[in-house]
């Protein structure tokens, strides 16, 4: 029996450059299929407490081991993905830190027109000591570690012929820290989110779409007061041209309400969009930008936040790929008198003598400019790296 290529979606959790590796994973049988990846890395970083001043530098080693596996049974598929993360800092030893991540899904076609997708993931990682905007001064003797556990189910209406599709949809989040409960117990929470998309074909390229979201998040430390509910309520369109542009577009508001009547509601622009322009098939332009209201990780009520990006990668030759990115963010906490600009670009390069290998060069660089004094910060980045997957 032939392999077959794997998802997007494992595809790019085998490597964070998925441009240039193309994995078609082991063949088991009886449509199941194996693909073991491992990417090793070493980086420079000049900046690893997110300090403004004094800053200390480090060379960051990383082992990166995955696995994913995958069936396709007609009508059913399935997908499961496993990866370790082993960091070592040559600055400080109680910086080392071991990541992982764990995820199933499953897609269900019952009918030509009913579909239900279903999802989980947990994660056991850390947040980088001075890492977390809104928690900087937390003068921790070793990283944040923390567990966070998703799981989601997808129901699908329609198809691609069909005048109207309906995507309905609910998933939960749940976030606990395991160590430094004093700076970090005001970031546990729990999280679910329900709502529904209408998509509508205007043509043949473009439809039109309508989409209810509801969240109500609930901390687990009931002091904060920081319970809330978030409603998006947002318009839009979705386009496809000929497939060298692709893009989708939606705009509305977002309403934040807390239970304690102490804390006052607020009410947003919001906006989500994306774009990808392929002028040549070997050469890709993405841009993305969003507004909307995130949780401030004890710092002010939340975060009223809008973020644009965009970047290019272009592959130049059969074993070469090269691209540029930026992005530029402003930050509102909400009640606390504190605005952030946070802006950065980069720039990578891959060179790939064999399909199942890469090198990965890249530097980049990251700017927060903030009202608040002693916030502001620059952090550079050079990292090499060598990914081989099946």
Do not use: C
Request: charged share 20%.
């Amino acid at each position: 029996m032939k392999a077959w290529k794997l998802s997007p979606l494992v595809a790019a959790l085998i490597s964070a450059n998925a441009f240039a590796v193309e994995p078609t994973g082991l063949s088991l049988g009886g449509g199941f299929n194996f693909a073991p990846a491992v990417e090793l890395s070493t980086e420079n970083n000049d900046n690893i407490y997110s300090q403004s001043t004094d800053e200390n530098s480090s060379t960051i080693n990383r082992l990166t081991p995955s696995m994913a596996l995958t069936g396709d049974f007609g009508k059913t598929t399935f997908s499961s993905f496993y990866q370790a993360e082993q960091g070592s800092y040559s600055k400080n030893s109680d910086d080392d830190y071991l990541d992982q991540l764990v995820s199933v899904d499953a897609s269900f076609e019952l009918s030509a027109r009913h579909q239900f997708d279903v999802a989980a993931e947990y994660t056991s990682a850390h947040d980088a000591r001075g890492s977390v905007a809104g928690a900087e001064n937390a003068n921790a003797a070793e990283p944040d570690e923390y567990n966070q556990t998703t799981a989601g189910l997808t129901y699908i209406f329609g198809s691609d012929s069909s005048f109207a599709n309906v995507d309905a949809y609910a998933d939960t989040f749940q976030k606990r820290y395991d160590n430094n409960e004093l700076t970090t117990s005001n970031r546990e929470h729990d999280k679910t989110t329900y709502g529904a998309l209408l998509s509508l074909k205007a043509s043949s390229a473009t439809s039109v779409l309508f989409e209810a979201r509801q969240a109500e998040i609930t901390y687990e430390d009931s002091a904060l007061d920081n319970d809330s509910s978030v409603q998006h309520l947002l318009t839009g369109m979705r386009w496809d041209i000929s497939g060298a542009t692709t893009g989708e577009v939606k705009i509305g508001r977002v309403a934040r309400s807390f239970d304690a009547s102490n804390k006052k509601s607020g009410t947003h622009l919001n906006w989500e969009a994306n774009l990808t322009w392929q002028p040549l098939t070997y050469s890709t332009v993405v841009v993305t930008s969003a507004q909307n209201t995130n949780e401030s990780n004890g710092t002010g009520n939340y975060i009223a936040a809008s973020t644009s990006s965009v970047s290019w990668n272009h592959q130049f030759s059969s074993f070469i790929t090269a691209g540029i990115s930026a992005n530029y963010g402003e930050d509102e906490y909400v009640k606390a008198d504190r605005d952030d600009i946070n802006s950065g670009f980069g720039i990578n390069a891959t060179y790939s003598p064999l399909t199942w290998m890469d090198v990965d060069l890249s530097a980049s660089q990251s700017l927060r400019d903030s009202n608040v004094d002693g916030l502001d910060k620059e952090t550079n980045l050079v990292s090499l790296g060598l990914t081989l997957a099946l």
